[in-house]
């Protein structure tokens, strides 16, 4: 259910691969189907038609988010998604949610040079980000309980990030002295059994 390979190695491949799955090949399902909370001081959720999207006004420095832009990433082999980025200067960006079509998560800053189209062209992570990263597969229905609800806001508060994706798809971005607690939360809760009808 947890596992570790799906942190920066494999990740990218298997949720692309679950994508393929779920809707067919198509190389903007990821933006279409990603959910996300980013570390914020104040949380706003918006749902509409039964999905739910967590925004973040403030960054670390407390500032408006407004230097975050959208941008096509394209890769050597002609994957391509959009993501929204913080330039940090030259051609390096920092990833303000993590990308299903390179190895790179929330808050690693990445290379990419501009394409004749308007792209930007993932060259390398530059450097990875300080949060731990780690996924898991967990229906819809236990993501959206009081339990996992309750972990997802500590992990807000304590500076880090979640993620949801494809429904079931859940990936949390924590601080290095709290990863092991909120992980162990997380498989307790998804391993207790479902209460029947």
Not at 82 to 106: I, K, Q, W
Not at 122 to 135: C, K, Q
Not at 140 to 153: F, G, N, P, T
């Amino acid at each position: 259910m947890w596992s570790e390979e799906l942190a920066h190695e494999d990740r990218s491949g298997i949720i692309r691969n679950f994508a393929v799955l779920m809707r067919g090949p198509c190389p903007r399902a990821p933006g279409i189907y990603r959910f996300l909370a980013r570390m914020m001081s104040q949380t706003t959720t918006l749902s509409m038609n039964g999905l739910r999207c967590s925004f973040r006004p403030a960054g670390e420095s407390g500032d408006m988010h407004a230097d975050a832009i959208e941008r096509e990433i394209r890769t050597a082999t002609g994957d391509s998604e959009t993501l929204l980025l913080t330039p940090m200067g030259g051609d390096l960006f920092r990833l303000e949610e993590s990308s299903f079509v390179t190895d790179a998560v929330y808050r690693d800053v990445i290379r990419a040079t501009e394409t004749e189209h308007g792209a930007l062209l993932f060259v390398e992570i530059a450097e990875r980000s300080p949060l731990v990263t780690n996924s898991c597969i967990l229906r819809q229905e236990l993501i959206e309980s009081e339990a996992i609800q309750s972990i997802l806001k500590q992990i807000i508060e304590q500076g880090g990030n979640w993620e949801q994706v494809f429904g079931g798809v859940l990936i949390v971005h924590t601080p290095p002295t709290t990863a092991e607690k909120i992980e162990d939360q997380i498989r307790r809760i998804a391993a207790q059994k479902p209460n029947a009808p």
